[in-house]
T-cell receptor, first 114, second 121 residues
């Protein structure tokens, strides 16, 4: 158990809908990352938050947004969903944003768009 | 841009034997970090081992060790005394520099495509 908690574990929704994925980082970790894993794209970095502030953006679509709350939990919002958004979404956390910190992953949220 | 290449889509090993998974990367940085993550059928990403580029000594974690060749930009994972529970997808990852902003320096993990390891009893 990495200590990173993600909910829901599985989610099935229709195209055009909006979903929210939730993440609680490890105790004491200030940095939260979101990654997407799909068959065709592999593991892709989406976005990073540090202590409530957006820190870095990767390949995140404009239809997607995220935030980190004062209690350090984070939410990833996916809207106007398309079939191609079906993927495993990982949340990860680390103590800080420094390069040497180990990043610990949650179990992921399986999103299926039908 | 940094890239990570795992040239072996699939590997198999007999239980109790040793297997080596290959990884190469491309970077112009001199100081960086490399990782191996394991993803079993449960799909969770589990850290196996990490290596700091400034350390010449290869990292070791129990039955897992790496062969880090900085000049060759190679970072292979050796699994000794393979066990059935080692069966998983293994991902090599590089901690790549994204840039600097008001918050400081930013990094992300760049992953290879993965190597599916099968352990035969």
């Amino acid at each position: 158990d990495s200590g990173v908690t993600q909910t829901p574990k599985h989610l099935i929704t229709a195209t055009g809908q909006r979903v929210t994925l939730r993440c609680s980082p490890r105790s004491g970790d200030l940095s939260v990352y979101w990654y997407q894993q799909s068959l065709d794209q592999g593991l892709q970095f989406l976005i990073q938050y540090y202590n409530g502030e957006e820190r870095a953006k990767g390949n995140i679509l404009e239809r997607f947004s995220a935030q980190q709350f004062p209690d350090l939990h984070s939410e990833l919002n996916l809207s106007s969903l398309e079939l191609g958004d079906s993927a495993l979404y990982f949340c990860a956390s680390s103590v800080s944003a420094d390069s040497g910190n180990t990043i610990y992953f949650g179990e992921g949220s399986w999103l299926t768009v039908v | 841009a940094q890239t990570v290449t795992q040239s072996q889509p699939e590997m198999s090993v007999q239980e109790a034997e040793t297997v080596t998974l290959s990884c190469t990367y491309d970077t112009s940085e001199s100081d960086y970090y490399l990782f191996w993550y394991k993803q079993p059928p449960s799909r969770q990403m589990i850290l196996v081992i990490r290596q700091e580029a400034y350390k010449q000594q290869n990292a070791t974690e129990n039955r897992f060790s790496v062969n880090f060749q900085k000049a060759a930009k190679s970072f292979s994972l050796k699994i000794s005394d393979s066990q059935l529970g080692d069966a998983a997808m293994y991902f090599c990852a590089y901690r790549s520099y994204l840039g600097f902003n008001s918050g400081g320096s930013n990094y992300k993990l760049t992953f290879g495509k993965g190597t599916l390891l099968t352990v035969n009893p």
